[in-house]
C-alpha cells in the first residue's frame, strides 16, 4: 500500500509568519503534488514535481514555493504566511502524472492569524 | 470556471438505503474520470477509475457509470454502511500522459444514518 506522510498535521501561525510543510512518499514514485482544499472547492493545485530537484507551477502558485530535495520528499514553503493561505494542504504522490492514480497523504491543516 | 460540477452536495441516507451521486463535467478533452472518497480529516482514496467513451466499473458495494457524449457520470452506492458517510469527490483526467491536468469536484457529502 502506498504510504505519504505529511507533517506537520496542523498548524497555526501569524500573518508573515514562515511556514514549512513537508511531505514524504516511500514509494518510489516519480511524481509528487501539492495542493489545496477549501470548502466549496475542488483541490487547487498548488506545485508538483516529476523527480529530485524538478519543480512545476501549478494552477495557485501564488505565496508558495516548493522544493523536491529527494525522490522521497518534497517541500511547500511559505514565507510570508496570510490569512488566504489558511487552507487544508493535501501532498499527494503517483507513478505518472495524471494517468494512475493519486496517493494521497492525510492532510496538513494551516490556521494564519 | 468551475469545470466538474457534483450533485447533490450534501446527502443524508439510513444505513441499508442505496444513494447515486452525480458528476458532470466540461473538461476538454476528457481522457478518465476518477472517483475518491474523503473520509473527514483523512486523504482522498481512489474508488475507481473510468475510461471509455461509455463505462461502467463495480468495485463491491460501488458501482460507476460514465459518458463521455454526455459529459456525465454516476457513482452508486448499494446497501451503504455507517463507514460510507464520508465526501465522494470526482475528478476528470485532461490526458492520460504528463502533460495532462486533474479537474476536482468539490465533492458530495454523504452522510448515513442509523
Known amino acids: 500500500e502506498a504510504a505519504v506522510t505529511q507533517s506537520p498535521r496542523n498548524k497555526v501561525t501569524v500573518t508573515g509568519g514562515n511556514v514549512t510543510l513537508s511531505c514524504r512518499q516511500t514509494?518510489?514514485?516519480?511524481?509528487m503534488y501539492w495542493y489545496r482544499q477549501d470548502t466549496g472547492h475542488g483541490l487547487r493545485l498548488i506545485h508538483y514535481?516529476?523527480?529530485?530537484?524538478?519543480?512545476q507551477i501549478g494552477d495557485v502558485p501564488d505565496g508558495y514555493k516548493a522544493t523536491r530535495t529527494t525522490q522521497e520528499d518534497f517541500f511547500l514553503l511559505l514565507e510570508l504566511a496570510s490569512p488566504s493561505q489558511t487552507s487544508l494542504y493535501f501532498c499527494?504522490?503517483?507513478?505518472?502524472?495524471?494517468?494512475?492514480?493519486?496517493?494521497f497523504g492525510e492532510g496538513s491543516r494551516l490556521i494564519v492569524v | 470556471k468551475t469545470q466538474v460540477e457534483q450533485s447533490p452536495q450534501s446527502l443524508v441516507v439510513r444505513q441499508g438505503e442505496n444513494c447515486v451521486l452525480q458528476c458532470n463535467y466540461s473538461v476538454t478533452p476528457d481522457n478518465h474520470l476518477r472517483w475518491f472518497k474523503q473520509d473527514t480529516g483523512k486523504g482522498l482514496v481512489s474508488l475507481t477509475v473510468l475510461v471509455d467513451q461509455k463505462d461502467k466499473t463495480s468495485n463491491g458495494r460501488y458501482s460507476a457509470t460514465l459518458d463521455k457524449d454526455a459529459k456525465h457520470s454516476t457513482l452508486h452506492i448499494t446497501a451503504t454502511l455507517l463507514d460510507d458517510t464520508a465526501t465522494y469527490i470526482c475528478v476528470v483526467g485532461d490526458r492520460g500522459s504528463a502533460l495532462g491536468r486533474l479537474h476536482f469536484g468539490a465533492g458530495t457529502q454523504l452522510i448515513v444514518i442509523p
Open positions: 514509494n518510489s514514485h516519480n511524481y
Open positions: 499527494a504522490s503517483s507513478e505518472q502524472n495524471s494517468g494512475n492514480t493519486l496517493y
Open positions: 514535481s516529476y523527480g529530485a530537484g524538478n519543480l
